[in-house]
């Protein structure tokens, strides 16, 4: 599968800008002070839409004329938002039907934003003249290079049940399933009488006795939203692509019930995303060494999974909140500079700080930009001018380089929508995934996300040695026969407890766990238990090592049979009524491995894996690296860049084996190396033809 990418020759950096909220007489200072820390870019315009059509159907562009063109004779160049985020007062006061509606019919009004619902005849209609208005008058402006769709499509609510989302559903499904008894089966209808007769009676899932709706409807449901909203956004993408052939057209955020990735090959030019890592850093946890803001490696690895390479919209510059939630700590200094690279280290090649300056108004007061309100010397715009003056030279050697990985944790789309309601599976995908990434992490050890698609080939899988596919609890025979031929061909697969047992509907398979995938790992499931109440997660004893070490089955046992000669026995359950039952399985299968592990992942059973798969850190040869550092790789074919981040708000210390050059400080390293708190090195490295 081809994916779509950014391809730029120099890297673009700059910032979201907001002519509309500011006089006048600072734009021009604001456009000059940006080229002094050398920015090329800003985003305007994506809540601009009543600047550009007050009233309905009269259009002006005089404040954005000015402000772009004030912008281009700095030499910035522009990113236009489409402003459909915010329709204006006057559109939902006329056309009430434009609203979002919740699952108990509460209507939402003006005061936020994305209240509005994609399925309107009249608002798709609104919104296209508006994007074509927009699109006929910058589609020759010399500082416009692209553009967003929308704003964030999907965050902030992902559900929608206006009485049209209603009608746009009956439609949805009529295209599908064609006639009512194949949804009557699709559905389980039989199932407490929710069989239908008539199209009409058909509706998205709707409040009932409890919050527990036809979890076959729901999953339905979500597959709409996710196709509703791709048809939202290719409504604006073909315009884009009519009137303004020569501008790129792109998107921010990955956000829930929306496949980004056919959004992203179907309309776009590449995804972009707007990076927070500061919301990381509020949460809670009993865990010694949690993530936080690293965890942001694994949403940008998910970026990184639809465009390799990418554009980050909006970079966190400050201190994040709304005024009545929403509430983020200062970046200690040092700290946006670390997260700007980041981005860099997994795959941006264009970045935009959000935002220029703080809002002095509005819900977002308190979500700050580079500039404070006060607009004078401060230290936000300091590290980022330092950024500035460190991608001007090294920028354009990074560009278009590839993150390097040789293994990949696998998710995909049906899972992720059918364990927001399935609390049998869906709290245990974010667990494992967590481990897993985390175990990577802190052993330097670079990790892929793939997405499993329909589209996905047997080159796409064989990218990497080892796949990690945590908990594909649906599992179609045709994603079953993919992943049996990479493992004839050497590859090695690593599924967790509940794979396999559901089909596309999210029905059960009347087949021995882990069905389509049973022959492939070489066994079935025998019995299982949710680990709750009185259950706790029994030790695991590795049938390798005398002593039971503390590792636990976490949150679901599957008690293993083996069924092929072929399959080595790695661990055993050492507690309960299936103690000395497998745990923990490895089949050999053609050229490659299929393991099976029982439970949900944690890190010290991800360890011992790590371990038994003898998986090392690519550098091992040239760095010793501690834990708090994160090592990422980006190469081309002549070069390797060797990210180094140290996420601690200690110095740590790095011990170089040979002598290797540091592009971003400009010095050699060799022996032994500190690297400061926050800090940052990129090594580049000739790659051996
Ligand atoms: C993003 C959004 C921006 C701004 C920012 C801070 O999600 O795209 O418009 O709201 O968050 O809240």
């Known amino acids: 599968m081809v994916a779509k990418k950014l391809t730029l020759d120099t890297f673009e950096l700059g910032a979201c800008y907001y ?89 939402y009004h003006h005061g936020m934003r994305r209240h509005y619902n994609y399925s309107s005849p009249i608002y798709r209609s609104l919104c296209a003249r508006i994007t074509r208005e927009m699109a006929m008058h910058y589609h020759n402006h010399p500082a416009v290079i692209g553009w967003q769709i929308d704003n964030e499509l999907n965050c902030e609510i992902n559900v929608f049940y206006a009485e ?44 009932s006795v409890s919050d527990s709706p036809n979890p076959h409807q729901a999953l339905d449901e979500k597959r709409f939203i996710s196709d509703n909203t791709i048809s939202f956004a290719k409504l604006q993408a073909d315009i884009l692509r ?72 909006e970079q966190q510059s400050g201190p994040g909140g709304w005024v009545n939630r929403i509430e983020l700590p200062s970046p200690r200094p040092g700290q946006m500079r670390l997260w700007t690279y980041q981005s860099i280290a997994h795959g941006a090649d264009m970045l935009l700080y959000f935002r220029w300056r703080t809002a002095t108004m509005g819900t977002e007061i308190y979500w700050h930009g580079i500039n404070d309100y006060h607009n004078l010397p401060n230290r936000r715009v300091e590290e980022v001018a330092r950024v500035g003056r460190e991608l001007a030279s090294v920028g354009k050697l990074i560009v278009r380089t590839s993150f390097k990985a040789d293994i990949a944790i696998v998710k995909d789309y049906d899972n992720e929508w059918d364990g927001e309601l399935d609390t049998w599976h869906g709290p245990m995908e974010k667990k494992s995934l967590v481990a897993w990434y985390k175990s990577l992490q802190y052993r330097h050890i670079p990790v892929d996300i793939l997405t ?13 040695k080892t796949l990690v596919y945590p908990h594909p609890t649906i599992m179609t025979d045709e994603c079953a026969r993919l992943f049996e031929d990479y493992v004839s061909q050497g590859g090695t697969v690593i599924f967790g407890c509940r794979t396999g047992y559901k089909n596309i509907h999210g029905h059960c398979n009347m087949a021995a766990f882990p069905g389509p995938v049973a022959e492939l790992c070489g066994i079935t499931v025998e019995d299982f238990t949710l680990i709750k109440g009185i259950y706790k997660a029994p030790p695991i004893k590795w049938r390798d090592q005398d002593n039971i070490k503390a590792t636990h089955a976490d949150m679901f046992n599957d008690i293993i049979r083996v069924q092929s000669p072929t399959v080595e026995i790695v661990a055993e359950y050492a507690a309960e009524y299936y103690a000395g039952k497998p745990a923990l399985t490895k089949n050999s299968f053609g050229q ?14 991800v360890g011992e894996i790590i371990k038994s798969l003898k998986l090392k850190p690519p550098i091992e040869a040239i760095c010793d690296v501690p834990w708090q550092v994160e090592v990422a790789i980006r190469e081309s074919k002549e070069s390797s860049f060797i990210f180094l981040l140290n996420y601690s708000d200690q110095a740590e210390t790095l011990f170089f084996k040979q002598k290797v050059y540091d592009i971003l400080n400009e010095r050699w390293l060799t022996g032994e190396v500190e690297i400061i708190a926050f800090d940052v090195i990129i090594i580049k490295l000739e790659r051996q033809p």
Request: glycine fraction near 4%.
């Open 452 to 464: 499993y698609r329909i589209e996905t080939t047997l080159e796409d899988l064989l990218q990497y």
């Open 242 to 313: 009519e009137v303004a052939p020569l501008q790129w057209v792109t998107t921010n955020g990955i956000f829930g019930h929306l496949d980004s990735h056919k959004m992203t090959n179907d309309l776009l030019d590449f995804i972009s995303y707007d990076s927070y890592p500061l919301f990381a850093t509020t949460e809670t946890s009993s865990d010694l060494n949690p993530l936080q803001d690293r965890k942001w490696g694994l949403n940008l690895s998910m970026v990184r999974a639809i465009s390799a390479q990418f554009c980050v919209m």
């Open 164 to 207: 049209v989302d209603h009608i746009a559903f009956r439609r949805w499904l009529i295209e599908i399933y064609k006639d009512l008894t194949k949804l009557n089966l699709a559905w389980g209808a039989v199932f407490w009488n929710q069989s239908y007769t008539s199209w009409d009676q058909v509706h998205l899932t709707r409040p």
């Open 592 to 605: 490659g491995f299929a393991w099976y592990y029982g439970a949900a992942f944690n890190e010290s059973v």
């Open 19 to 107: 002519p509309e909220q500011w006089p006048e007489e600072l734009w021009a200072d604001d456009f000059r002070r940006m080229k002094e820390l050398n920015f090329s870019v800003i985003r305007v315009a994506e809540f601009a839409w009543t600047i550009f059509e007050p009233t309905e159907g009269s259009f002006q562009f005089d404040l954005f004329d000015r402000a772009i063109d004030l912008a281009h004779h700095f030499g910035l160049k522009v990113i236009l938002g489409t402003p459909t985020a915010t329709p204006p007062v006057w559109l939902t006061h006329r056309y009430p039907e434009v609203l979002n509606v919740s699952n108990e019919g509460v209507t």
